[in-house]
């Protein structure tokens, strides 16, 4: 598939952007203005079926001349692309032929939350980022991001919604596991990496524009609760570091990043209003605009109209648009009103000079990515350079790397590296896995050595099924009865114990027992034991302190990086095998 014919100047890539940009704004009407503001959630695979959670089909949403998606469940490489080029075809039906932007959350991690990151498909799979921050280094980052950004271009993704840059000062909070840790250095120095990967030096016909979150820091929830929901809508900083948060968003703006994700929470005890983030003119024009110079594209986190409007309960939903517009807000996230926005205009409540200010933005985003010259990919490549072998390869490599080895013991056969023959018994692995490195048994009675993985513990909210099931807070302990039962384990073979930590478990009882204690942040069962016998090393080092008690958790500041009282891991630790 090729472009149409130049037919009107801003098709013309022989002019800068910005003369574009200026065509282009001066030949739409207030409706294509409109629609440009909104990027939806949209389903992958027929135009009239309903989309995720409810959304408008994709016909629909281009009638309303939105051409701006948010995909999440995806089949193989070659459908989405495929579906991508479907997607442009009728976009370029209109008569101005503005090509649509695609955007994804993580998709590359290990985790399987929908919540907060897609599950890897056919795309290579990593660690999650708090294993990044266990290696420490930039330069393995800003390779993955340079893979990232390879599989999206394959398939048509051009914005990632993605890196996320909060501190995690709060141990509890459960989007933990989506951070590079409590350090504000290394997380500004990882995320600079991760925005060049995407980027480049500057965003082209060769980028995905990176879009940072949660603008200005959203590490420290109250209670480690998030505000997904109205009872974690408060963001608090009882140590007074709302500026250390919002280091790391200085990093990547000087290193150009494309565009800001403000997030859900409320600011409270600060000298901005208590409304959302989204909502706030302080922090969003205030702050990002004026103090920190960004002219990028504000996009807020998704259904701050619809659903997490926290601090604006009051307002109607009209009026929550006006209020998020004059906030300094350039698109709504998850959102499809572009009807109401249209009538906005035309009746004069919100200036057409107002509207102009954020579509200069997004055309320009278009323009620099490319996308009127090249708004189709190659579907017969997708399948083939989506997951391509050496990319897996580097994904498990770096699982591996960034385990982190807290405890070994000296001598006996449960120290680290296993060295067969061995009768083993496993919990959380298969005999499948193991092959002959060892011989499986039922019972620990009859092993030389314990295998134990385990997940940091949670509490669950909500109702079984329901969404707010996939945000694992609350208590960081694990429950009386597990310990007792992986003590009994202990107690009867010397055991390895290996815990995914997708936030600070609080391990010191289980490590007072264990023979070795190993955490993970998203490895295989391959990659583990692998690491288990020798066949690679674990080089992590402790992205965060892990705290002894949920007594100290709770006496600590949300805000406040490394004021856990005589942690039983302090941040920075990791041994090595030899």
């Known amino acids: 598939m090729t472009h149409a014919a130049v037919r009107f100047p801003y098709q013309d890539a022989t002019l800068s952007v910005d003369q574009r940009v200026e065509d282009l704004l001066a030949r739409m009407d207030a409706r294509d203005k409109a629609g440009l503001l909104f990027q939806p959630m949209a389903q992958i695979g027929a135009f009239d079926e309903p989309g995720p959670f409810g959304n408008p089909p994709t016909r629909s949403l281009l009638d309303r001349r939105i051409n701006h998606f948010n995909i999440l469940f995806v089949p193989s490489a070659r459908e989405i692309a495929q579906w991508h080029n479907a997607v442009q075809e009728q976009a370029l039906q209109h008569p101005l032929g503005i090509p649509v932007t695609l955007s994804s959350d993580p998709r590359h991690s290990f985790t399987n939350n929908p919540a907060m990151a897609l599950v890897a498909g056919p795309f290579s799979q990593w660690p999650e980022p708090l294993g990044f921050a266990a290696v420490g280094s930039a330069e393995l980052v800003e390779h993955f991001a340079d893979i990232t950004r390879q599989e999206y271009l394959a398939v048509g993704i051009r914005t990632a919604l993605h890196p996320q840059l909060d501190l995690a000062t709060e141990p509890r909070w459960s989007r933990t596991f989506g951070t590079f840790g409590a350090d504000a250095e290394l997380v500004a120095r990882l995320g600079t990496a991760y925005v060049r990967g995407l980027q480049g030096d500057e965003v082209g016909s060769r980028s995905v524009s990176a879009m940072a979150k949660h603008f200005p820091g959203g590490g420290p929830q109250k209670d480690g609760e998030d ?38 929470g409320i600011p409270v005890g600060l000298d901005y209003e208590e409304v959302g983030f989204s909502f706030n003119k302080g922090i969003v024009t205030g702050l990002l605009r004026e103090q920190l110079g960004f002219d990028g594209i504000v996009c807020t986190d998704w259904g701050v109209l619809s659903h997490t409007y926290w601090g604006v309960e009051h307002l109607s939903h009209t009026a929550r ?57 190659d579907e017969s490549r997708a399948d083939t350079l989506v997951g391509a072998p050496e990319a897996r390869a580097a994904g498990l490599a770096a699982q591996a790397a960034a385990h982190t080895l807290l405890r070994n013991a000296e001598t006996g056969p449960a120290r680290l590296p296993l060295r067969g023959p061995l009768r083993l ?30 997940v940091a513990p949670w509490e669950q909210r909500g109702e079984p099924g329901t969404y ?24 009867t073979v010397p055991t390895v114990v290996d815990v995914y930590l997708e936030r600070p478990a609080i391990l010191a009882e289980v490590a007072a027992d264990a023979a070795s204690l190993i955490v993970n942040f998203g490895a295989s069962q ?32 949300s805000d406040e990086p490394f004021d856990t009282v005589n942690p039983t891991y302090r941040f920075g630790f990791g041994l090595r095998y030899a």
């Not at 009386?480 to 003590?487: C, G, P, S």
């Not at 583990?528 to 100290?552: H, N, W």
């Open 526 to 557: 391959e990659v583990f034991v692998q690491v288990l016998f020798g066949e690679a090393e674990p080089r992590g080092k402790l992205p965060f302190d892990i705290p002894p008690t949920m007594a100290a958790v709770e006496a600590g500041h």
């Open 468 to 491: 707010e099931t996939f945000f694992h807070t609350g208590s960081l302990a694990f429950p009386a009865a597990e310990v007792a039962r992986i003590q009994a384990i202990c107690h």
């Open 227 to 264: 505000p997904h929901f109205s009872y974690g809508r408060e963001q608090v900083y009882p140590g007074g570091r709302f500026d250390l948060h919002l280091e790391p968003f200085k990093a990547v703006l000087a290193a150009g990043v494309s565009q800001i994700m403000p997030y859900y």
């Open 321 to 377: 648009m006006i209020k998020a517009l004059d906030a300094g807000i350039d698109q709504f996230g998850g959102e499809d009103d572009a009807v109401t926005l249209h009538a906005l205009i035309t009746d004069g409540t919100l200036s057409e000079q107002r509207i102009d200010t954020s579509v200069r933005r997004l055309l320009r985003e278009k323009f620099r990515l490319g996308l009127f010259e090249q708004p189709f990919v």
């Open 425 to 454: 018994y496993v919990e959380g692995l298969s005999a499948e896995v193991i092959g002959d490195r060892a011989q499986v048994v039922d019972t620990p009675e009859e092993a030389e050595v314990a295998v134990v993985r385990l």
